[in-house]
């Protein structure tokens, strides 16, 4: 996930630089809303493993 987030990052700043806009701004909302959803499925796993390992 994090991976294509970063992917679509790169395409986003390459095709800003390039001129090209609405390509931009698409490749930049998916990369937002993949690095969201990593973020989140990060935060939930993190609190599994302390749930199950009674870390805290």
């Known amino acids: 996930m994090l991976k294509w ?13 390039l001129g ?3 390509i931009s701004g698409v490749t930049a909302t ?3 809303v993949l ?9 939930i796993a993190l609190l599994a493993v302390i749930g199950v390992f009674h870390i805290l």
């Open 35 to 43: 690095f969201a959803i990593f973020v989140i499925l990060f935060i």
């Open 5 to 17: 987030a970063i992917i679509f990052a790169i395409i986003s700043l390459v095709t800003g630089w």
């Open 30 to 32: 998916i990369a937002k």
């Open 20 to 22: 090209f806009g609405g």
